[in-house]
């Protein structure tokens, strides 16, 4: 790949699993009143045909990863399992006094942390007494996080009896420094443990994220870890750049220097010789930085133009709903956002006073609405169209102008009413995103809010 367009494009820019970004949402305008009105609009509109999607986070781990930036709580201690379940229980109760008729579970991912903190039975737990107040939809996604040294033989089976039928694991780098660097020293024969198990239960899908650009990571670590992966043939790779963020608070990234980084131009090299290596071996590059042989649903949902992409990351089928669960999660009613509280024991107490525990939101305007489809579809079939008037905004054409050095770069198509990523472009789609992104455009952030683009 060109330096040049390293150098000139590697700028500080969101990942776009919304529009407005969080940075910019407008809190004088949110109320916790206006997201329950919307919310109550999107699920009356949708929850017949779509049903909803559930986010449940399981912030606990028993040790820090120093590449996280996800919210979690440290501890060893797993009496606080059930404490933790209790809450999020009664916090899926608090929205469903919001409705006249039960939710149709589509989808539900438990995140984390590490959701295999808990144990099997209370994951059993957990998920009938959230079955029990809802009904599970036709064709439902159900998915989970699992770390390869802890997620057991009975995890994968309770939840698959469940419903549950896809899991991710977290593998980032084989490379034992990098491993120690990162706190996440996992071998190799740990994930093809968990992903042969995984298979044996009857799991349709299996997922490996890797992560480039970590601390003392060379592109031979990266080549090593490619080729090991493709060595179990997981459904789908989520090949992660890197985001360095250490200036978020509560984040574990503080266990090596900037200098112990690779360069962007590095960086870079390393994505593209395994985005290369994926591609030879029958992976197919699905939005941005994920990959999928084409008997995964989600290489299906591209293909037939359905995929789509939220807090959650991205999925083979949309909701309008999207209600996240427990400490600092976001939820989505299409209309507007709204984010949990993040101390865990302010969480509980609010729940347990009988308020939904949430602490700051955004209501979406007429124009947000219009930039949000634009910047879903870039990030999700790399490309985007205006020629439908509902489409059209008028800065539309200020923000053409702005996309015209891309396109002498080869990075975009401009036509009349439509825009295509170009192959060598899909690398930048998160620059080409950038000038649509008004509200970051309007007000310009002093310091550094976002990870880098390379």
């Known amino acids: 790949?060109?330096?040049?367009?390293?150098?000139?494009?590697?700028?500080?820019g969101p990942r776009y699993t919304s529009y407005p970004t969080v940075p910019y949402w407008d809190q004088d305008s949110f109320s916790v009143s206006g997201w329950k009105e919307s919310l109550q609009k999107s699920f009356k509109e949708s929850n017949a045909t779509e049903g909803i999607s559930l986010y449940i986070h399981l912030p606990f781990c028993e040790s820090m990863c120093t590449f996280c930036?996800?919210?979690?709580?440290?501890?060893?201690?797993?009496?606080?399992?059930?404490?933790?379940?209790?809450?999020?229980?009664?916090?899926?109760q608090l929205y469903l006094a919001l409705f006249e008729e039960k939710p149709r579970i589509k989808q539900i991912h438990l995140g984390g942390g590490t959701p295999t903190f808990?144990?099997?039975?209370?994951?059993?737990?957990?998920?009938?007494?959230?079955?029990?107040?809802?009904d599970k939809a036709h064709d439902v996604e159900f998915s989970f996080e699992g770390h390869p040294n802890n997620t057991t033989f009975k995890h994968l089976s309770t939840l698959n009896k469940l419903g549950f039928n896809r899991v991710c694991y977290g593998v980032q780098d084989y490379n034992i420094s990098v491993q120690k660097a990162i706190n996440r020293v996992q071998p190799f024969e740990n994930v093809l443990q968990a992903t042969e198990n995984a298979r044996a239960v009857g799991y349709e899908s299996v997922g490996h994220d890797i992560i480039y650009g970590l601390p003392f990571q060379t592109i031979e670590n990266v080549i090593h870890t490619i080729e090991k992966t493709i060595e179990l043939r997981p459904d789908r790779i989520a090949y992660y750049s890197y985001a360095h963020v250490p200036w978020i608070k509560g984040n574990g990234q503080r266990g090596f220097k900037d200098s112990?980084?690779?360069?962007?131009?590095?960086?870079?090299?390393?994505?593209?010789?395994?985005?290369?290596?994926?591609?030879?071996?029958?992976?197919?590059?699905?939005?941005?930085?994920?990959?999928?042989?084409?008997?995964?649903?989600?290489?299906?949902a591209q293909q037939t133009g359905t995929i789509h992409r939220n807090f959650m990351g991205y999925n083979s089928s949309k909701t309008q709903v999207m209600i996240g669960l427990g400490v600092s999660s976001i939820s989505d009613s299409w209309y507007s956002f709204a984010q949990n509280?993040?101390?865990?024991?302010?969480?509980?107490?609010l729940v347990e006073d009988g308020e939904i525990p949430v602490y700051r939101g955004h209501i979406l305007t007429a124009e947000d609405l219009i930039i949000r489809k634009h910047i879903s579809n870039l990030m999700c079939t790399f490309e985007t169209s205006w020629s439908d008037d509902s489409l059209y905004f008028k800065e539309l054409p200020d923000v053409l102008s702005s996309l015209i050095e891309l396109e002498q770069d080869n990075l975009l198509e401009l036509h009349s009413n439509k825009l295509m990523v170009t192959e060598k472009g899909r690398a930048y789609v998160r620059n080409i995103c950038l000038p649509f992104d008004l509200r970051l455009q309007r007000k310009m952030p002093e310091t550094q809010l976002f990870s880098m683009t390379v």
Do not use: W
């Open 341 to 349: 509280v993040k101390n865990l024991e302010e969480y509980q107490s």
């Open 118 to 134: 808990f144990s099997a039975e209370n994951l059993e737990y957990l998920m009938t007494q959230i079955f029990s107040m809802a």
């Open 260 to 300: 112990d980084l690779p360069s962007a131009a590095i960086k870079r090299q390393q994505y593209e010789i395994g985005k290369e290596l994926l591609a030879k071996a029958g992976y197919v590059e699905i939005g941005m930085d994920h990959f999928a042989l084409q008997t995964d649903s989600l290489y299906k």
């Open 69 to 92: 930036g996800c919210n979690k709580r440290i501890t060893k201690n797993h009496k606080v399992e059930v404490p933790y379940m209790e809450s999020v229980i009664k916090e899926f």
């Open 1 to 12: 790949m060109c330096s040049s367009l390293i150098s000139k494009y590697n700028v500080a």
